[in-house]
């Protein structure tokens, strides 16, 4: 039986007797998950006994404190900023909606499928993410049916787009504005002009004002994206997403200014408040203009 963790200010509970090492990228629920399993008792229950105060695995992972880091790496006799690194406490809070409650991909040369259940990686619920950071290989669906992305000829583009929205998320870095704030306002619906005959809202995204594959691409899938409340793409359309991210961020404000046209109505409005909003607190000035890319 563990011993209970105690409850005195300053006190943490005693070492673990057996530590098993943590994979390259894991994440800290999936490590805490092993523990338990090796001592036979639930996952929850593992928490428990190192954070009482910390309702669900799900948490740990996302809102893990400073504190609760120290008395976990003393637990489990580690480093804390290793153990940080096993949780999305350090992502920018605007990128936190490209989070995944779930696994939604791996990399098959980093996380083969065998008859054992492997750890859980942090890189399976980057939502922008289309290649594995360990390897650079391109991420597969975690399902049985994986799709090859349809936008293989923006695939270079979409590594730039990849590239911005990592660095906003793990460090915090930007240009001169949020890439995931972009990545939203092209998730918005469109009109398309002229209007097409049967047309219908749910198929048209500012994105496809810039990717005009798209459009093609969900009228044939009959898929409606994920909204900007939500923006994780499915991972075989997320190249013409990131690539969308990456054309705009070249192009500067002017090209959101553009793309305002694209709109009517109430998500005109509401596009219009975001950019001017973006406008008003970019910083740099815009290179020559690249309107030409729509």
Known sequence: M?????????????????ILAPHA????????????????IPPLGMLRHCLPEVSSLRSADRNVTATQVTRLAGIFSTEPATLRRMTFSN???????????????SCSAC???????????????LGWRITCPL???????????????????YHGTALIGERLLDDEAERGVRTWTSPTEIARLLLMR????????GYEPWRFRVLGAIIPDLDDVVATERRSLPTPA???LPLHLRSAL?????????????????????????????FSSAIDEITTHTCRSVAPSQLQLI
């Open 230 to 232: 939500n923006p994780i």
């Open 25 to 40: 990228d894991e994440l800290l629920s999936s490590w805490i998950s092993r523990h338990a399993s090796f001592y036979a």
């Open 2 to 18: 563990l011993r209970q963790p105690s409850h005195d200010a300053g006190t943490s509970s005693r070492q673990l007797p057996v």
């Open 91 to 105: 992502v920018a809070p605007a990128s936190r909606r490209l989070i995944a409650a779930r696994p939604l991909q």
């Open 135 to 153: 390897c650079g290989g391109l991420l597969r669906h975690s399902g049985r049916h994986d799709r090859p992305s349809p936008f293989g000829r």
């Open 242 to 270: 990131l690539a969308g991210v990456a054309i705009v961020e070249r192009a500067g404000p002017e090209m959101l200014q553009m793309l305002r046209g694209q709109m009517m109505g109430q998500n005109k409005a509401r």
């Open 190 to 197: 469109r009109v398309p002009r002229p209007i097409p005959r």
């Open 111 to 125: 996380h083969p499928s065998d008859h054992e259940p492997g750890p859980t990686l942090r890189s399976q619920l």
